[in-house]
C-alpha cells in the first residue's frame, strides 16, 4: 500500500515562500512510474488542482499557479515537492499530495473529483 506524508506547512507572512514536501513510501520510486499533483483545500471550498508532474519531470500547472508554485520530484528520494513563493492570504488551505491514476484507493479520498487513487493527509498553510 502507497503511502503519502506531506509536511513543511505553516504559518507564513504574504509575500512568503514555503516549500511542501510529499515522502511517498511503500513503493519503490514511485513517481518514476506514476504522475503525482499536488491540491488544495481552502475552508469553505471545494477542492482544487494546483498541478502535477509527470514521470518524465513535465509539469503542469491550473489557473494561476504558474509562475509562483512549482513542483519537482526526487525520484530516488521517493520525495515530490511544491514550492510557493509570493504566498497571498487567499492560498491559505490544506495542500494535499497524491499519486498513481487509479482511481481513489483509500478510505477517505479529499477530492473525490481526482482520479489520484493514494492520498497524504495534508498540511495546513496559513498565510497572513
Known amino acids: 500500500q502507497v503511502q503519502l506524508v506531506e509536511s513543511g506547512g505553516g504559518p507564513v507572512r504574504t509575500g512568503g515562500s514555503l516549500r511542501l514536501s510529499c515522502q511517498a513510501s511503500g513503493y519503490i520510486s514511485i513517481f518514476s512510474s506514476c504522475e503525482m499533483g499536488w491540491y488544495r483545500q481552502a475552508p469553505g471550498n471545494e477542492c482544487e488542482l494546483v498541478g502535477t508532474?509527470?514521470?518524465?519531470?513535465?509539469?503542469e500547472y491550473a489557473g494561476s499557479f504558474a509562475g509562483r508554485f512549482t513542483i519537482s520530484h526526487a525520484v530516488a528520494k521517493n520525495m515530490a515537492y511544491l514550492q510557493m513563493s509570493n504566498l497571498k492570504p487567499e492560498d491559505t488551505a490544506v495542500y494535499y499530495c497524491?499519486?498513481?491514476?487509479?482511481?481513489?484507493?483509500?478510505?477517505?479520498?479529499?477530492?473525490?473529483?481526482?482520479?489520484?487513487?493514494?492520498w497524504g493527509q495534508g498540511t495546513q498553510v496559513t498565510v497572513s
Open positions: 508532474i509527470g514521470i518524465d519531470g513535465r509539469t
Open positions: 497524491a499519486t498513481d491514476l487509479i482511481g481513489c484507493q483509500e478510505d477517505y479520498c479529499p477530492c473525490p473529483q481526482s482520479e489520484f487513487g493514494y
